[in-house]
């Protein structure tokens, strides 16, 4: 009985010695097996080994098994941080110049004074497409903003329960307003591309500064070239933040995960630069100069606003319609 006893008692301990010793051998291929489902791994180990953190679900979708990868890190940090200081930069960067440029400079005035004469500068079909496109784009501009900056700014003023209220109207908002938008965009495009193509006018107006200086009046037609740079930002900014919009409203429809993240990139980068760019031409077309909001308000300028800021499409129109097609109306006080 004490020999097969303690034959037993050895047995045990030699079978016990074995599978401790098997348990912490290194495997075959030298790297740590890691069991996923084990409640004890660490995230960050997992990360580590697999570089991803991924499960399966039962759901149609198997993309939605994807919790963790490395490019979805870099790219939560984009939207994050890198977004924040890009958008922060350029929009508080361009709000900045603009009031200094107003405070040392003020409002460009019509040199000559007003004539009381006014001719047409937009008909009224411009002139919707124009403000509904605007409409549309501040709209969009404020609820996109509340995407990127609203958690870190406006959260902590108006709390959870508002904040998601606001927050799921403004989804809604930036969804549905973005259909016509992207027809404002295409028909400014069509409607104006003829006074937007780039010719050696420009030139000399780029090189005297577009007058913005001193009490110069560089020629232009129908559009100078700064009105030309918001153009094209207007229709590449805009074709480029419909495109990517639309590929991220319609998920997966188009591209994987990668494409996905680009196209987030690209949206909300263009974005930014287009808000930062329109409040420039939003401040000229009201308080920076005299006389311009009518043009896009009853749609007649007083000819010598013309004269000093158009000065070649004046002679144009005059050469069309004969000088004395020029309305005689006292023309309505600028902003
Ligand atoms: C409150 C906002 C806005 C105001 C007060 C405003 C005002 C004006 C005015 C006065 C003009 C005519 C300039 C002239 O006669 O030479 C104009 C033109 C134009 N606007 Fe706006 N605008 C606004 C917003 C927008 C927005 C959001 C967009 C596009 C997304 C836009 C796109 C254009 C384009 C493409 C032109 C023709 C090129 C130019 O004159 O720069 N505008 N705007």
């Not at 124009?130 to 902590?156: D, E, K, Q, V």
């Not at 965009?185 to 591309?193: E, G, K, R, S």
Request: aromatic share 12%; net charge neutral.
């Amino acid at each position: 009985m004490g020999s097969i006893g303690r034959f037993t008692r050895l047995a045990f301990g030699a079978c016990a010695l074995l599978l401790l010793l098997v348990a912490v051998a290194p495997s075959p291929s030298g790297a740590q097996q890691i069991n996923p489902t084990a409640s004890s791994v660490k995230e960050q180990q997992l990360l580590q080994e697999l570089n991803r953190i991924q499960g399966r679900v039962s759901i149609p979708d198997q993309r939605s098994g994807v919790l963790e990868q490395p490019a979805g890190r870099d790219w939560r940090e984009f939207r994050n941080v890198t977004l924040r200081w890009v958008g922060g930069i350029a929009i508080l960067g361009i709000l900045a110049v603009l009031v200094i440029f107003y405070l040392s400079r003020g409002m460009i005035r019509i040199e000559g004074g007003r004539s009381g004469r006014s001719i047409v500068r937009f008909t009224t079909f411009e002139r919707f497409v124009h403000w509904m496109t605007a409409t549309c784009f501040i709209i969009l501009a404020l609820s996109g903003l509340n995407i990127t900056f609203g958690r870190p700014l406006l959260l902590p003023l108006i709390g959870f329960e508002a904040f998601s209220e606001w927050s799921q109207w403004a989804k809604y908002a930036h969804n549905y307003l973005s259909f016509p938008f992207t027809i404002g965009v295409v028909l400014i495009f069509l409607m104006w591309i003829a006074g937007n193509i780039p010719n050696k006018v420009d030139i000399d107006w780029i090189k005297r500064g577009g007058g913005m200086v001193g009490h110069d009046h560089p020629p232009a037609y129908r559009f100078n070239a700064g009105q030309k740079a918001i153009y094209w930002i207007v229709v590449i900014g805009g074709g480029l933040v419909a495109a990517t919009g639309y590929e991220l409203m319609f998920p997966f429809y188009l591209t994987g995960i990668e494409g996905m993240q680009l196209a987030q990139i690209v949206h909300s980068v263009v974005a930014v630069l287009f808000v930062a760019a329109m409040l420039a031409h939003i401040y000229i077309g009201t308080i920076g100069m005299e006389g311009a909001f009518e043009a896009m308000g009853s749609g007649t300028v007083d000819v010598n606003w013309a004269r000093e800021h158009h000065s070649l499409w004046l002679k144009e129109e005059m050469a069309r319609t004969g000088p004395n097609d020029a309305q005689q109306q006292p023309a309505t006080a600028a902003e």
